[in-house]
């Protein structure tokens, strides 16, 4: 069973515009929970990371993540999008595969800004 | 601070060759990780190390080996690559654990013919 997924797999917005990437978890107890994003020929970076402490964490950027516990939820959103933001964006998260822990990442959206 | 470096960039190998992925970092992490990336796919672990002279199997091992002599070196070894394993492959290292921040180097492009 899939334990992460992202919803769109291409997702476009005009500069300035609301992002939004969704990503849904499937786990009984709350899990870590982490966005990474990827440049163009680049390695992943580490936008923010949830760890139960709140239920919105801000990232780098202007990237923020609100978990939501009741609908296994843990979307991304930035107010205004900037050209630099175009990248892909991994969901990943961290909760009990079997009889170990391990993290799983999501198959990542592409976000394009158009000018 | 380099970071996670990875060597080579980029490769080309005929099928049935031989290579190994030198993953290095500087910033004395526990934990190591070699991850393949697939178009569509998103990232699957291969094999990981939570420690010197460690390593442990991930989610798609087969065709792989890797070792962790010193605690900065983690090598990812194709002994008899296949077209299959055409891929992106990434090193990652994060200081105690899959719960950290997971720091990532730049990537090795393989090619199998």
């Known amino acids: 069973a899939q334990s992460v997924t992202q919803l769109g797999s291409h997702v476009s917005v005009s500069e300035g515009a609301l992002v939004l990437l969704r990503c849904n978890y499937s786990s009984s107890v709350p899990p870590y929970l982490f966005w990474y994003v990827q440049y163009p020929n680049q390695g992943l970076q580490l936008l923010l990371k949830y760890t139960s402490a709140a239920t919105l964490v801000k990232g780098i950027n202007g990237f923020e993540a609100e978990f939501k516990k009741s609908e296994t939820s843990f979307h991304l959103t930035k107010p205004s999008a900037h050209m630099s933001d175009a990248a892909e964006y991994f969901c990943a998260v961290y909760i009990r595969g079997g009889s170990n822990y391990k993290l799983t990442f999501g198959k990542g959206t592409l976000l394009t800004v158009n000018p | 601070n380099a970071g996670v470096t990875q060597t080579p960039k980029f490769r080309v190998l005929k099928t049935g060759q031989s290579m190994t992925l030198l993953c290095a970092q500087d910033m004395n992490h526990e934990y190591m990780y070699w991850y393949r990336q697939d178009p569509g796919m998103g990232l699957r672990l291969i094999h990981y190390?939570?420690?010197?002279?460690?390593?442990a199997k991930g989610e798609v091992p087969d065709g792989y080996n890797v070792s962790r002599l010193k605690k900065q070196n983690f090598l990812l070894g194709l002994e008899s690559a296949a077209p299959s394993q055409t891929s992106v492959y990434f090193c990652a290292s994060s200081r105690t654990g899959m719960k950290d921040e997971q720091f990532f180097g730049p990537g090795t492009r393989l090619t199998v013919l």
């Open positions: 190390s939570v420690g010197e002279g460690t390593t």
